[in-house]
T-cell receptor, first 118, second 114 residues
């Protein structure tokens, strides 16, 4: 069974600090997909990134970067020079590749609430 | 604009009074699903649908029903709501549901069952 652990329930930082959100996953599949979604205070869920299990390249998008390490089953998310607008709940999610044409049921972590103080 | 539309945004009801939360997507997506979000528990899938007339249980289906009569619509039905179904509900869709595509989410429905 697949599992996603976000051990940090809440992180509080001051603006301009760097912050890393941890995500550890468990799966028996060799083909799977990892995601990060952001939920700002307004409540909607916004897609940030998708990675498949064969692509271990780290990714950078502006102040956001993601470190995917299969050896440690981790997919961590770093925000550089955090801003108040980064305050949100961040979810890591895992989808296994379906077998026999079936669908996948993505598993979400419990989320990490990031609070960025001015 | 590509979107998933959920209604209503807020809903207060009483135990046992049947209700329906509507969900519609305009992206011609095959895959649609419903999640509930509870504090400390993250998002848990209730039901999903691969295509018209094809639905299946997620992790927490008890007390819920769904239907997929048209590709664009996927309503969530609570035939006899109970207080433990008080939660924030999200509808989501993706292109096929078979290739690990990203999910597009509706704006959420906050349900309170008294």
């Amino acid at each position: 069974a697949q599992k996603v652990t976000q051990a940090q329930t809440e992180i509080s930082v001051v603006e301009k600090e760097d912050v890393t959100l941890d995500c550890v996953y468990e799966t028996r599949d060799t083909t799977y997909y990892l995601f990060w979604y952001k939920q700002p205070p307004s409540g909607e869920l916004v897609f940030l990134i998708r990675r498949n299990s064969f692509d271990e390249q780290n990714e950078i998008s502006g102040r956001y970067s993601w470190n995917f390490q299969k050896s440690t089953s981790s997919f961590n998310f770093t925000i550089t020079a955090s801003q108040v607008v980064d305050s949100a709940v961040y979810f890591c999610a895992l989808s296994e590749h379906p077998s026999s044409g079936g669908s996948y049921i993505p598993t979400f972590g419990r989320g990490t609430s990031l609070i960025v103080h001015p | 604009e590509a979107q998933v539309t959920q209604n209503p945004r807020y809903l207060i009801t009483v135990t046992g009074k049947k209700l329906t939360v509507t969900c519609s997507q305009n992206m011609n997506h095959e895959y649609m699903s419903w999640y509930r979000q509870d504090p400390g528990l993250g998002l848990r899938q209730i039901y999903y649908s691969m295509n018209v007339e094809v639905t299946d249980k997620g992790d927490v289906p008890e007390g819920y029903k769904v239907s997929r009569k048209e590709k664009r619509n996927f309503p969530l039905i609570l035939e006899s709501p109970s207080p433990n179904q008080t939660s924030l509900y999200f509808c989501a869709s993706s292109l096929s549901g078979t290739q690990g595509e990203k999910l597009f989410f509706g704006s959420g429905t906050q349900l309170s069952v008294l």
